[in-house]
């Protein structure tokens, strides 16, 4: 099993509806988690961290379920500009240097 | 704010050359700094990590290597470049928890 795996999609959705993707992850110390995007050809960038609790950011919120092991992303109302390659990170330590693991991303296609 | 720099941006190289890419981060002190390859089309692979002045940590058996001689720059280099060593090179500085990367730098090799 892969550390982390999340569905590579594509996930081609209209514009203004909800999409939502789940990672999964095999190590169940892992400590904290992330979702970065990636546009084409472009350095990934911090879209939010994931907290225990669930932790919103306008259109975006995140969801951890260490029972199940998986982390979660629901866009809400998406836009044009929301299509990209979303990334899922795993860092099973809680500071310091960070060994993190990245999923291999799911791709959101936004259509008009 | 801390902002981390690469160059070159792109980068065509033949088969046997010599490689070296360069790394710097501003805004921050004693970071913690991760060289990462992309393959086209696959995940990020750690190559390595350093948590300071000369001290590096390698992940992935190849023929790269990297150095660290100041506290804020980060090089990655090769005596010798392979096919597959084409690929999108990214440095990263880490803070308490998260990681940031820089603009990347695209390696063909031919």
């Known amino acids: 099993r892969k550390e982390v795996e999340q569905d590579p999609g594509p996930f081609n959705v209209p514009e203004g509806a909800t999409v939502a993707f789940n990672c999964t992850y095999s190590n169940s110390a892992s400590q904290s988690f992330f979702w970065y995007r990636q546009d084409c050809r472009k350095e990934p960038k911090l879209l939010m961290s994931?907290?225990?609790s669930g932790n919103e950011d306008g259109r975006f919120t995140a969801q951890l379920n260490r029972a199940s092991q998986y982390i979660s992303l629901l866009i809400r109302d998406s836009k044009l500009s929301d299509s990209a390659t979303y990334l899922c990170?795993?860092?099973?330590?809680?500071?310091?240097?960070?060994?993190?693991?990245f999923g291999t991303g799911t791709k959101l296609q936004v259509i008009p | 704010s801390q902002t981390i720099h690469q160059w070159p941006a792109t980068l065509v190289q033949p088969v046997g050359s010599p490689l070296s890419l360069e790394c710097t981060v501003e805004?921050?002190?004693?970071?913690?700094l991760y060289w990462y390859r992309q393959a086209a089309g696959r995940g990020l692979q750690l190559l390595f990590y350093?948590?300071?002045?000369?001290?590096i940590s390698s992940e992935v058996p190849q023929n790269l290597s990297a150095s660290r001689p100041q506290d804020r720059q980060f090089i990655l280099s090769s005596k010798k470049l392979l096919l597959s060593d084409s690929g999108f090179y990214l440095c990263?500085?880490?803070?308490?928890?998260?990681?940031?990367f820089g603009p990347g730098t695209r390696l063909t090799v031919t």
């Open positions: 805004g921050t002190s004693n970071p913690n």
């Open positions: 990263a500085w880490s803070g308490a928890r998260e990681q940031y």
């Open positions: 994931v907290y225990s």
């Open positions: 350093s948590v300071g002045i000369g001290q």
């Open positions: 990170v795993v860092n099973p330590y809680s500071g310091g240097y960070q060994k993190v693991t």
